[in-house]
Antibody
Framework: QVQLVQSGAEVKKPGASVKVSCKAS????????IDWVRQAPGQGLEWMGV????????SYAQKFQGRLTLTRDTSTSTVYMELNSLRSEDTAVYFC?????????????WGQGTLVTVSS | DIQMTQSPSSLSASIGDRVTITCRAS??????LNWYQQKPGKAPKFLIF???SLQSGVPSRFSGSGTGTDFTLTISSLQPEDFATYYC?????????FGPGTKVDVK
């Protein structure tokens, strides 16, 4: 069965970086996009960016350009999300999600979420 | 970016009620509209794509409709497990923006 398993919670100081992993299993890793979505406490869902493992291509929301880096390791079927220059507003749960569909795209499987807390 | 709005932001309902949630896009998105359900402390669960196509395993009491800018999610007879927050998402253009959510709670 398809599973996305994320790394554990992180606590970081302002200005630091965080790297969250998302390990995929149960499907052909390279041929599905992986998106990242975050959710601040009590807030809605915010799309951050996407990576296509096969081509190692990425696309980022303008808001995160220059601060967000998505990478992948095909040997371990793992995608990494690194966010730099953290500030308190980056405190959120970060989700990875598999993008599926042909034409009509949707996020059919999600990781369990990783809480990142930014606090001095 | 395409802006998504939802109404109402919250609603209270009873078991067996028919519930309708509206989602509006800031520009036409054809039928590139998805719906998700999220319970507290959990990841979103994918329900509907292509505005009205149910994901496998989703109960038939859930239905979606609409095209262009206006969409609805309907739960025909609310069940205890349906109390949650529902989000729409457009997949017409990147970034694939979400609506702000509609919380369905117990009346």
């Amino acid at each position: 069965q398809v599973q996305l398993v994320q790394s554990g919670a992180e606590v970081k100081k302002p200005g630091a970086s965080v790297k969250v992993s998302c390990k995929a299993s149960g499907y052909t890793f390279a041929t599905y996009y992986i998106d990242w979505v975050r959710q601040a406490p009590g807030q809605g869902l915010e799309w951050m960016g996407v990576i296509y493992p096969l081509g190692d291509t990425t696309s980022y929301a303008q808001k995160f350009q220059g601060r967000l880096t998505l990478t992948r390791d095909t040997s371990t079927s793992t995608v990494y999300m690194e966010l730099n220059s953290l500030r308190s507003e980056d405190t959120a749960v970060y989700f990875c999600a598999r993008r599926s569909g042909s034409g009509y795209y949707y996020f059919d499987y999600w990781g369990q979420g990783t809480l990142v807390t930014v606090s001095s | 970016d395409i802006q998504m709005t939802q109404s109402p932001s919250s609603l209270s309902a009873s078991i067996g009620d028919r519930v309708t949630i509206t989602c509006r896009a800031s520009q036409g998105i054809s039928r590139y509209l998805n719906w998700y359900q999220q319970k507290p402390g959990k990841a979103p669960k994918f329900l509907i794509f292509d505005a009205s196509s149910l994901q496998s395993g989703v109960p038939s009491r859930f239905s979606g409709s609409g095209t262009g800018t206006d969409f609805t999610l309907t739960i025909s007879s609310l069940q205890p497990e349906d109390f949650a927050t529902y989000y729409c998402q457009q997949s017409y253009n990147s970034p694939y923006t979400f609506g702000p959510g509609t919380k369905v709670d117990v009346k």
